[in-house]
């Protein structure tokens, strides 16, 4: 946030003259185009955040895949193909986009929960 007050005080017109009118336009731009080619921002309370959560959906869904026959059944199978493609992404992005990388894991712990109660509605033990 530093960076982009320091960048937008460098565009802003220093006492022009009347002769000198400020080009708006390109400085917003310049500006747009910065901040547009720029990484997110970064919170190491969420990195941390997207860390702990993707190692607690690691673990369920290895806790799954021991969990399951041999043929688990198109609706389960769905499931764990989802799950495994969100984290291997949540971890291909967890470094430069922590945000995204935690929204993944939640919606893979999401789905392992229904998962598992559904498992066991249909045993009788939910």
Do not use: W, Y
Not at 23 to 32: A, D, I, M, V, Y
Not at 39 to 44: A, F, G, I, M, Q
Not at 66 to 78: E, K, L, N, Q, T
């Amino acid at each position: 946030m530093c960076c982009r007050l320091l960048l937008l005080h460098r565009l802003q017109p220093h006492r022009r003259s009347p002769r000198n009118p400020p080009n708006l336009l390109h400085s917003n731009l310049l500006l747009s185009s910065l901040l547009l080619s720029s990484p997110p921002l970064r919170s190491p309370v969420l990195l941390d955040e997207a860390t702990d959560l993707l190692a607690e959906a690691d673990h369920i869904f290895d806790q799954e895949l021991m969990r399951i026959s041999a043929d688990p059944g198109p609706s389960v199978r769905r499931v764990l193909d989802k799950a495994r493609a969100s984290l291997r992404r949540a971890h291909e992005v967890v470094d430069s986009k922590p945000g995204t990388a935690a929204s993944l894991a939640r919606q893979v712990l999401i789905d392992l929960d229904q998962l598992e109660s559904a498992r066991q509605s249909a045993v009788g033990t939910g």
